[in-house]
């Protein structure tokens, strides 16, 4: 389905080359105080020009249609929505009936019998984490003082992320990547065993985006590689306060007050313009396929602020469960 959460409950729409894009949020408690130039600093880490990025450029200008009155949340649930107008839908003529490999052209032609809109991914497309950075945005404040900040550690294998990218530029290929997040000034007792602790529902969130392919908590998969006396975190304090993190602030699925962190892998672009080769759907024979249109080498850039935006909505949620958040903020 295209919803998530209990309490504060967001609704993702619309297509990469359809009208529009956008996102219903549901459950937003009234008396925050939102405008429409709330979104621009976090859209803006999300838009595309930069080196390894797509060169498609939208306004990326979020119109707020309901449930804000008088720059303040009413209550009610909240439209917000995003035009698209730099599409060239002529790219992708051909792909009805040649499946990119990598992307999920053949899976939603499978799932939905052929009636899937396909241009640029259709519903399918990083676009729609535009509708993400938005929600996000009003669930940053919800969670205020609560600091989520996340950023690309390692790009293409490689620490050096510039050279990663126009190594990738220069092979007309891309890369992938893995982007870190620490949730700092969090509260304790979030999340509830057992399917629906914390990783399991943050780990839910963060795969409702594009290209994600891992996440790991802590130490995460090292974990495997420690004896136990190294990886237990000695607790200094009747508050939860650990000498080490290698829990990664989390401990049975409950949050312990300690910073939350964790790691996602992101894969690279499926798009590329190296010749690979696919089904011709109608003759059903193997041929090659040389993608064209916009496309980034290195998604990654830009996945930060939308795992931010994720896990922003997670914290939200669960702070409403937990009745931690104020009634009213600003």
């Not at 967001?10 to 008396?31: K, R, T, W």
């Not at 729609?128 to 205020?144: F, R």
């Not at 220069?170 to 893995?178: C, L, P, V």
């Not at 780990?203 to 190294?230: D, L």
């Amino acid at each position: 389905m295209n919803s998530f959460g209990r309490l504060f409950r967001i609704s993702v729409f619309g297509e990469s080359h359809g009208n529009q894009v956008g996102v219903l949020i549901d459950g937003c408690p009234a008396g925050i105080r939102i405008s429409e130039d709330d979104f621009t600093n976090d859209l803006l880490r999300r838009k595309s020009g930069a080196k390894g990025t797509t060169p498609r450029i939208e306004d990326d200008k979020a119109f707020i249609s309901s449930g804000v009155f008088n720059g303040y949340t009413s209550g009610s649930p909240i439209l917000i929505t995003f035009q698209n107008k730099n599409t060239k839908s002529e790219d992708y003529n051909k792909l009805a009936n040649f499946p990119r490999p990598g992307h999920a052209d053949l899976t939603a032609k499978m799932k939905y019998g052929g009636f899937n809109d396909y241009r640029g991914g259709g519903h399918f497309s990083g676009r729609l984490t535009l509708a993400l950075v938005a929600a996000g945005v009003i669930a940053k404040k919800l969670i205020h003082p609560v600091s989520v900040q996340a950023k690309l550690i390692e790009a293409g294998g490689l620490k050096d992320i510039n050279a990663a990218i126009d190594h990738a530029i220069k092979n007309e290929d891309s890369i992938g990547g893995i982007v870190e997040c620490i949730v700092e000034n969090g509260l304790s007792g979030l999340g509830e065993p057992f399917f629906d602790s914390f990783e399991s529902v943050l780990s839910h969130a963060v795969f409702a985006i594009p290209a994600i392919k891992g996440i790991e908590f802590g130490s995460g998969f090292q974990a495997a590689k420690m004896f136990g006396s190294q990886h237990n975190d000695q607790i200094m304090d009747s508050k939860g306060t650990t000498e080490s993190n290698f829990a990664g602030g989390i401990n049975g699925g409950i949050s312990n007050g300690n910073p939350i962190v964790f790691r996602v892998a992101v894969k690279p672009t499926s798009s590329i313009s190296k010749a690979q080769h696919t089904i011709n759907l109608q003759s059903n024979k193997r041929e090659e396929l040389k993608v064209t249109g916009r496309h980034d080498a290195c998604i990654a850039l830009r996945v930060p602020v939308v795992i931010e935006a994720v896990t922003a909505l997670v914290l939200a949620d669960f702070m409403l469960v937990e009745q931690k958040i104020p009634h009213v903020v600003s």
